[in-house]
C-alpha cells in the first residue's frame, strides 16, 4: 500500500480514506501540499490549454448596441472611418436574422474583389453591431437579402 499515492501517508491515518462508499470529502490530497503558482504562470497556463481561441476571443470586441442604425449612419462609417490601407475599394452590410436582442450587422471594408480587407493583426476591418430597429431606408435597401455592398 506505500506505493499507491492515494493511500495515506505515515500520520495520516483516516480509517474510511480508501473507502468508495464514503462521502465525506478526502481531506488528505497529494497536491494540497504543494504552493500554488504564481497568477501570471496559472493565466499563462489556461491559455495554453485553451489555445489561439481563447486569445482570439479576448482581442474580439463587443458589438457595438444600437437602438436605430439608419442608413445614413452605414454610410457615414463607410466615409468618416475608412481605414488607410491602400487595399481597401468599398464596404459591406451583412446582417443576420433577428435575434431577441436586435439584428446581427457586421459592416466591413472589402477589396476590389469582395474581400474582407484585414488589419496587420488578422483581424478584419470594420465593426460589429447589434441593432434593435432598422430605418425604412436601409429595410428596403436590405429587402430580405443578408448583404449589401457600397460603392
Known sequence: MAGDPYSPRHG???QNYNDP???RPHRFRRWANEPPPEPAEAIAAVLHLLGGIAIKRAQM???LHLDL???DEVVRYFV???PPAPEVHHGALLTGKGLSRGIPCFQ???DRHDHPCLTPSGAPYGRFMVAQR???ELRSLLAGRELVIFT
Do not use: G, K, Q
Request: proline content about 10%; aromatic content about 10%.
Open 69 to 71: 442604425l439608419t442608413f
Open 134 to 136: 432598422m430605418d425604412d
Open 108 to 110: 466591413l471594408f472589402v
Open 80 to 82: 468618416e472611418d475608412r
Open 61 to 63: 470586441p463587443r458589438p
Open 12 to 14: 495520516e491515518h483516516d
Open 21 to 23: 462508499h464514503n462521502r
